[in-house]
């Protein structure tokens, strides 16, 4: 079995990372019925979240000139990227692209081979003789 490039991994991993979190499929807020207020939570979470680690980046780094509005651009910077990814992949899933299902095909065949290496002895029962006999 050969292992998926670090490129690859990374991709995925930001994908299914993002489903834990932000997708309201999958989190708390999915038992809020409207999308709207679903966005509105989610906002407000994402900027409650921006400030609270700035916050807590200037007390503990010593930083006295923090802005939380430069702290709300770098996440964003940072969210931005994620956000196109997680699109991309979504589109993917939705037409059935051939290349994501290869990706997904051998993410699980590379995580089941992965996990028998693991598990090599893990049920290997040792008879004694001696003791039973």
Request: charged content about 20%; proline content about 2%.
């Amino acid at each position: 079995m050969v292992k998926r490039s670090l490129s690859r991994s990374a991709l995925m991993f930001i994908s299914d990372s993002w489903d834990n979190v932000m997708d309201a499929r999958y989190n708390p807020l999915r038992f809020i019925r409207d999308p709207s207020l679903q966005a509105y939570f989610t906002l407000v979470l994402f900027l409650m979240w921006s400030v609270y680690f700035g916050v807590v980046a200037s007390y503990y780094l010593g930083l006295t000139n923090f802005s939380t509005v430069t702290s709300i651009f770098v996440h964003v910077a940072v969210l931005l990227p994620i956000m196109v990814t997680n699109a991309v992949f979504r589109d993917a899933e939705r037409d059935g692209e051939e290349w994501l299902q290869i990706w997904r095909e051998q993410k699980r065949a590379y995580n089941f081979w992965k996990s028998q290496v693991q598990r090599k002895n893990e049920n290997v029962c040792k008879w004694d003789l001696q003791r039973e006999g």
